[in-house]
């Protein structure tokens, strides 16, 4: 079996001072009969060994097509402009084959199904040894052994039996760890992980978020968390982005941007997280849609439905501005937001009933069954509903 070409000796000195890996104006475009699809729109960020860099936003914000524009695998139309650099190597414009050398060995994936990433007619252990296989010259045998290892540092039971099993074989959460296993198995210096715990239960997400912090720890390797998940990313990451609309609006370290928001966009979505110490409270939910890709508002992408749209928000887009230490925003009126109290209350709205304490009161009054009146957002029994 042939094996991946070997990269340049100086590729890999451990004497370079650029960035492990090094994203700058990446843009992605996909031409169709209705117009062209600007997917992604001016992304940067730089990973250093050991970095944790977690990207939300809402589905269709481009946090995907990024991760597959660094992986190279997006399809032949797609139109990938700006840099990728990987330990100063631009990625950017190779071929497929010219990527397999990075791919696994270098950057690895894991995927958010994993029943599409697995194939159902070969064994998890077969599976396993072929991508360890595909970059080093190693017998079967030794392959295999390298399988079972990468199964039991995932924290599957029995990993010599279970290799030897095919995928539909597998809960949902283990099938997971394998995906995790097959993106490991190589030692990569920077892992993609696209929302790895979507469709498991919580105490599997726990369990699989738990397994990549351990593994990233000890390897030392950087990670990207795609994720829709903002609990996901305030347990695991060190810095954030935030994307609407293709494009970065808000980026920092996680507790900055977290706890002091400087982007309207970033509150809604923390707004919109449900919160056990909130019960009873309102949630603050963004109305309207995401925009269009193929036809972006004018100015501001999230204007439409910003609760501090000014006139300049609609006539022209702003740039990236620093907002604190290391800390920045797409905004026109990030220094007002910044004076808001409570700035969740911006999105609040008149028709979600709200009570301060509804467990307490149905534990005062476990006899009457209860019920909350939107229009007041008042807690009525219903004998006094009667």
């Known amino acids: 079996m042939s094996t991946a070409s070997e990269l340049p000796e100086d590729f890999l000195s451990s004497g370079t001072t650029a960035p492990l890996l090094s994203v700058k104006d990446l843009s992605v475009t996909f031409p169709t009969d209705d117009g062209d699809v600007r997917a992604v729109r001016n992304v940067s960020f ?35 402009e700006g840099s990728i650099r990987y330990r100063g190597e631009e990625l950017n414009g190779r071929t497929y084959k010219q990527m397999q050398p990075f791919r696994s060995k270098h950057i690895s994936m894991i995927f958010q199904d994993p029943m599409t990433s697995l194939n159902p007619v070969y064994t998890v252990g077969w599976q396993l040894a072929e991508t360890y296989r595909a970059h080093h010259d190693v017998s079967k045998k030794a392959a295999w052994a390298k399988a079972v290892e990468a199964l039991e540092l995932v924290g599957i039971p029995q990993p010599d039996r279970r290799a030897a099993q095919y995928p539909h074989e597998f809960s949902g959460g283990m099938r997971q760890r394998v995906v995790i296993a097959m993106a490991i198995i190589n030692d990569p210096s920077v892992i993609i992980a696209d929302e790895p715990t979507t469709a498991l239960d919580v105490t599997v997400q726990a369990q699989i978020l738990d397994t990549m912090l351990r593994l990233q720890a000890e390897t030392d390797a950087a990670i990207v968390m795609i994720t829709h998940d903002l609990g996901v990313v305030a347990g695991m990451v060190n810095r954030v982005q935030v994307m609407y609309g293709g494009t970065v609006v808000e980026s920092g370290p996680v507790d900055d941007v977290f706890e002091q928001p400087r982007m309207p966009y970033t509150v809604g979505l923390l707004g919109s997280v449900p919160n056990p110490a909130s019960l009873g409270k309102r949630l603050t939910p963004i109305k309207g849609a995401p925009p269009s890709l193929v036809n972006l508002p004018s100015g501001c992408s999230f204007s439409p439905r910003c609760p501090l749209v000014a006139e300049v928000c609609h006539e022209w887009e702003p740039e990236l501005e620093e ?64």
Do not use: Y
């Open 46 to 80: 730089d990973l250093n060994p050991g970095d944790v860099l977690g990207i939300v936003g809402e589905s269709g914000s481009g946090k995907s097509v990024s991760s597959m524009a660094i992986m190279g695998l997006l399809p032949k139309n797609a139109i990938v």
């Open 323 to 386: 907002a604190g230490p290391n800390h920045t925003t797409r905004c026109h009126r990030w220094e007002h937001l910044a004076t808001v109290d409570q700035p969740q209350r911006l999105f609040l709205h008149d028709e979600i009933g709200t009570v301060e304490n509804p467990a307490v009161f149905a534990a005062a009054r476990p006899d009457e069954s209860l019920e909350v009146t939107a229009a007041h957002g008042s807690l009525v029994t219903d004998e006094e509903a009667k």
